[in-house]
């Protein structure tokens, strides 16, 4: 009952696999482009110049370190955290707290890993850093 063939046309239950739903479509190019105008008409902004630009270009270059971690910090049990506002949610409260959680996430996985970096062996084998060489001249 999962799965009938009409017309060579492959049907689930609620999804048909040959038709895309436009208005997704639409409204992620549309979420793509807002996001690229933003960075792009505060480009100045986000340079290596400034302190946000510094900073992103850290996180952008510690990504693997952060996606290897987080799983280690992140909360078990995150709806605890959201179950007061379960009855009577709020949007702005409810943003609030997951940027505070990804904030706290991000920062603890870039402490492990700069720990972590700490160690030529562990760099290397968590995150590929390998070991600067000496420069014999000096």
Known sequence: EYLTLDRATLHYKELVATHINFLNLCTAITGIVIVFSFFRSHQTLFSKETCIGRNLEFIGRRTLDIYLLHY??????????FAPLSEHP?????????ILISLIVVAGCLLISSILRMSPILAYLLF???EKKQNPSA
Not at 72 to 81: G, K, R, S, V
């Open 72 to 81: 280690l910090i992140l909360p078990l049990n995150l709806t605890a955290f």
């Open 90 to 98: 709020v949007p702005i409260i409810e943003f609030t707290i997951t």
């Open 128 to 130: 590929g850093v390998k």
